[in-house]
Structure formats: structure tokens, C-alpha cells
DNA sequence: TCGGATATTATGTGCAGACATATTAGCGCC
DNA sequence: GGCGCTAATATGTCTGCACATAATATCCGA
């Protein structure tokens, strides 16, 4: 028997499977659906707002709810910290600050962080170990302008980790290529030079201000994956 | 003025982000917070589980709701269809169909879609073009059982889009690797062998049986970005 | 003191009704 | 026919209430 909001969800998404909906075409009304089920438009609604959020259903006011005709499937990724990622793979964490410095970053640095010319920023490197292996080596420049004082000692205290503790919560944008190494990168990862690195980078803010940007050089081997 | 739930869910963020409730503390329950912003306690609940389901609170019946201590952010990302990809970014779209053939799959292709040794695939090299150049390059396996006949020359259609509309919609996973271009990709992405190359891999399924395995190499410079 | 039954509590879900809002369809007018 | 206003309509959101469910806290007896 159906019933509850994800009860609807799954029969609604069986009649897509099965095409009694076919794709482009338009669905009953939630009222309609409501009455057929027997529950409250209120469920109903909860029902097909996750499946619009899923990209399977398009809605729009008046016009009604549609089968998408060419579904974006929505994968969702989980960003843990680093060292929640190594440990989730059953290793030991470990991490070693390669370089600490400031100065004015260099002028692309600059404008993604949004600082002005003079401004100067901490620049870390970081390589972090997988049961003492090369896992990541991270690239990260901080804007210390909006750095909670006093800033801890990045060789005890992983930057990464500092930061989702310490800073406010933010907006960004994260991006995934794939590169080869650099002299700096093969160097550090033990790996050939031009080997191809799976690469994150991101960009994080307050409301107002940069607060890091960073790049990750994946040791070979890594696999982002999730399920759709 | 706060008010609906999308402004409960902005006041909240903000007095997370400012420590009036810093990470591990538990926030007031959805009465209190009903009544301090006079809204009812289905509206806090909608904003709280928004900021839940993003990762930013956790919350448990009985227990409460407390600000996440270390948040695993969770990106979203949109997997269109290639062609979509392709024209979003102002390109003409294209493809040519490289190879079709059929036979048994080799043994880790068979696992990975859940086929017996003796079973029959479908397997196809596609190359898509964007203004005419090598954008990806597609390898696929088709599970021809569970495929709805007639099957259509995919010569002229793409067996990305043909499936997507033609398909049940499906669950599945998805992976994200660096590697070095092989020969045969090398070749036909007209890039130097060992070139860093971003791939996607896709299992997907029906409720019961294996749909395709697909693997995407992207041309160098691709870049699978997100807001977070 | 310990273990287990029981009460308490915060979230999860549901209902019925209401109003808001975006968008479309239709109508009238030129 | 084309344009602009208006009415109709489906979804979006909210309220106030209720009960379900899970997890914790408490109490009681051995």
C-alpha cells in the first residue's frame, strides 16, 4: 500500500520507469495526485519536490509538473576533510607543512581571492600521508585579513582541518581537472614528472571576503565516486 | 525582517557563522525557535532540515539539533547529457560513431555490469566533437537484455541521449579519475600519449539488471566545476 | 549498584485549510 | 492579426494542530 510522502515519491517514480509517464509529458496536478493517494496536498508536494530537486520532475507555477524530457542527473558529492577521507579508507592520517611564507600572492591568486595588490596572504604547502604514503599534496593560500586571531601553528594543526573548526561557514566553488605533474608536484608525490593528477581546487568565502583558496594534487590512483 | 523559511535558514546560517552557536553546541528546539521568530514549527522545521540535509546541522529525534563539528560539505553536481555540455558552453555539438561491435565482454567488464561469462554485450567508441574538436571520448558497454528493441543506428543517434529518453531512469554510481591517455585514446583525442585526461566512469542500472558501463575521456582543459 | 521497564521529549510526518505568486490562456480592443 | 489586460490555475508557502517515532532520562525493584 502506499503511503507517506516517500511511499508517493517511489510510485510516482515507478510510473516514470514504466512510462506510464513518459518523459515531456505532464503529470496530474498535486491535487489530483493528492485525491487518487488519498493523503494531503501538503504530502504530495513534499513527493514531487524532491523528485523536481532530483532533476527527474520540472515544475513551474501554473504550467503544471512534466517528466524531465532529458533528466541533468544530480550526483551529490560529499567534501570531507582530508583527514576524514584517509581514515574512512582504513589508513592512518598523517600530514608534514612543507612551506609556510607571506607575501603578496601572485596576480591570478590575487584576483580569485579578490585582494588588491598589495595585499598580502599566507601561502602553506602541505603533503598529506596515507599510512605514511603520499596522498595529497595541498597548495593553499590563506587571506589573513579575515583569519580568526590568533592563527595556530599550521606544522601541528592542519590548515584544512583549523579552518572548518575555526571560520565561519562559507560559500564557493570547488572544480576538478585532471594534470600532469609539475617538477614541484613529482617531486613531492613520488611520482613522474607529467604523471596525470587528479586536481581540486577551490575557492571558499564569508559573506564578504576570500578566505582561502586551495589546490589538491591527488596522489595516483584516487577515485572521487558516489552514487547517483 | 526574517520571515518564510527561507529566511529562518539565513538567520540560523548567520548566527552559525557568527558563534552565537558555534560547532557541537545544541541549538533551541523547533518550538523555541517557532515561537521566537512567530512562525509556526513546521516553517523551522522545513529551514532546519534544509541546513541538515546540507550538512551544516545534525540533527537526532530526542537528542536535538547540534551545529556539525566538523561539516562534510556536500556538493551537487549536474551530469548532463553531452550535448548539453557541449552547446552550454556556446560549441556546436557532434559525434561520430567509431565502433560498434558485439561479443562477450572481457571479464572485469562482465562483473562490473553483473553479466555471466557467456553473455552478450554491445560495445561502441564514440568520439563527441565540439566546433569540430575532440571533446570526449566514449567507450561503452550495453547490456542488449534489458535494452527496449528496436535499437536505433547509433550512428545517428547517441547512445547517451537515445538512453536517457528511451531508458527507464536508473540509479547508478559515478567516478572521477586522472589518467594518462592510452594509445588508442591518445590517437583519437589527437593528444600525446600520457597526456593527464579527465575520466568519468558510470555504472547504471535498473531495479534489477545492468543497463551500461560507460567510460568518458575528456579532452585536456576539461573542467567539472560546482558551487558548493 | 545494576538492569530493565517506563515516561519524557525533540524531531518526523501528516492533515486541512488558506493565501501568495508565477504563468498561462483567453478576451476585448485596436 | 496583434497587443495588452484580466481571469484562471498549479505550484509555493504558511499555519495550527495532531500523532508517530526514536532516543534519552528516570524510576523502581532485585
Redesign the interface.
Same mark, same amino acid.
Given at each position: 500500500m502506499i503511503s507517506g510522502w516517500e511511499g508517493i515519491r517511489e510510485e510516482v517514480?515507478r510510473r516514470?520507469?514504466?512510462?506510464d509517464w513518459p518523459?515531456g509529458v505532464t503529470i496530474p496536478t498535486e491535487e489530483e495526485l493528492a485525491v487518487e493517494f488519498g493523503v494531503a496536498r501538503a504530502t504530495v508536494n513534499r513527493a514531487l519536490r524532491e523528485l523536481a530537486g532530483a532533476?527527474?520532475l520540472e515544475r513551474r507555477r501554473k504550467a503544471g509538473t512534466r517528466v524531465a524530457?532529458?533528466?541533468?542527473?544530480?550526483?551529490?558529492?560529499?567534501?570531507?576533510?582530508i583527514r576524514?577521507e584517509v581514515e574512512a579508507r582504513g589508513q592512518a592520517h598523517g600530514f608534514t607543512l612543507l612551506t609556510r611564507t607571506e607575501g603578496a600572492p601572485p596576480v591570478p591568486v590575487a584576483s580569485r581571492l579578490g585582494l588588491g595588490p598589495s595585499a598580502r596572504a599566507i601561502y602553506l604547502e602541505t603533503l598529506h600521508l596515507a599510512d605514511g604514503r603520499p596522498f595529497v599534496f595541498e597548495t593553499r593560500w590563506l587571506n589573513p585579513a579575515v583569519l580568526p586571531a590568533p592563527l595556530p601553528d599550521f606544522a601541528v594543526v592542519s590548515a584544512n !582541518?583549523w579552518l572548518?573548526?575555526h571560520v565561519?561557514?562559507e560559500?564557493?566553488?570547488?572544480?576538478? =581537472?585532471? !594534470?600532469?605533474a609539475g617538477t614541484r608536484e613529482a617531486a613531492v608525490l613520488g611520482v613522474a614528472e607529467?604523471?596525470?593528477?587528479?586536481?581540486t581546487e577551490?575557492t =571558499?568565502w564569508?559573506?564578504e571576503a576570500a578566505i582561502t583558496l586551495v589546490r589538491l594534487a591527488?596522489a595516483?590512483g584516487?577515485?572521487?565516486?558516489?552514487?547517483?
Open positions: 517514480l516514470i520507469r514504466v512510462r518523459p532533476g527527474v524530457l532529458l533528466p541533468v542527473r544530480k550526483a551529490t558529492l560529499d567534501i570531507p576533510v576524514q !582541518e572548518v573548526a565561519a561557514y560559500t564557493g566553488d570547488i572544480a576538478f =581537472t585532471a !594534470e600532469g607529467g604523471a596525470a593528477l587528479f586536481v577551490r =571558499t564569508t559573506a591527488h595516483p584516487y577515485r572521487l565516486q558516489t552514487m547517483i
